[in-house]
Structures are given as structure tokens and as C-alpha cells.
């Protein structure tokens, strides 16, 4: 069964709310206060975002845990936002920006992964 356009567009969209996030630690990681040593940062970094991108190529070819764990993760991330509040960090108005558009697309994403279309895909797949 071929990919629906569901799925490609939830993907399109996943990745690029990764990469707008990615971009949108720079600021955060400039305004700290005191500011953490740059290499945990890098090192942190490379861990968060190289697991998000694996999680995003194991939807891609149709794991089921993984649009499964992209929607708990999805939840976890909404609930310490309103929970919580957002970051201090993040006072600076573009880093708030970012957080609404990643906030907005990984909503969209969970709901695209989620349509029958999609189930019937990621069933297809399985077997």
C-alpha cells in the first residue's frame, strides 16, 4: 500500500517543527542566564534532536510505536507547557513563537498520523 498524503504531510511537517525548534534553541541556550558550558549543550542537542529525528524516520516507514510514542511525547510536551508555564528562557518573544508553532504543529502532526487513512497504512505495513 502506498504512503497516504496524510502520513507525507504529517512527516513534512514533523520535520520541519524539529528543525524550527533546533533553531529556536540558539536563543534560548544565548539569553540563559548563567549561560550552561557550551559542550553539554552540544552534547544534549545532539542527543534530543538525534532521537527526534530517528522517531520521525520510524513513522516514515511506518512503525506504529513510533507515531504512538510521537503522541505521548506530543502530550507530555502540552501538558508541562500548561501546566507549567514555558520556559524562563524563553522571555525573549521569538523563542514564545516558536514554542506556539511547534506547539501547533506537533498537534497537526499527532491528528495526521491518526486518520483512517493513516491507520489503515500503518496496519498495511505491519504485515
Known sequence: MEQPKSIKFAIY???IAVAISLLGA??????AD??????SVILNWLAIYG??????YAIKIG?????????????????????F???????????QLILLINNSASILVVVLLYTSTANE???????
Open 13 to 15: 511537517i514533523y520535520f
Open 26 to 31: 540558539i536563543p534560548n541556550y544565548l539569553a
Open 34 to 39: 548563567p549561560r550552561p558550558p557550551f559542550l
Open 51 to 56: 532521537l527526534l529525528v530517528g522517531l520521525g
Open 63 to 83: 512503525k506504529n510505536w513510533a507515531r504512538h510514542t510521537n503522541a505521548v511525547v506530543t502530550l507530555l510536551s502540552l501538558a508541562t507547557v500548561l501546566f
Open 85 to 95: 508555564g514555558p520556559s524562563p528562557s524563553l522571555s525573549i518573544e521569538i523563542s
Open 121 to 127: 497504512w500503518f496496519r498495511a505495513v505491519k504485515t
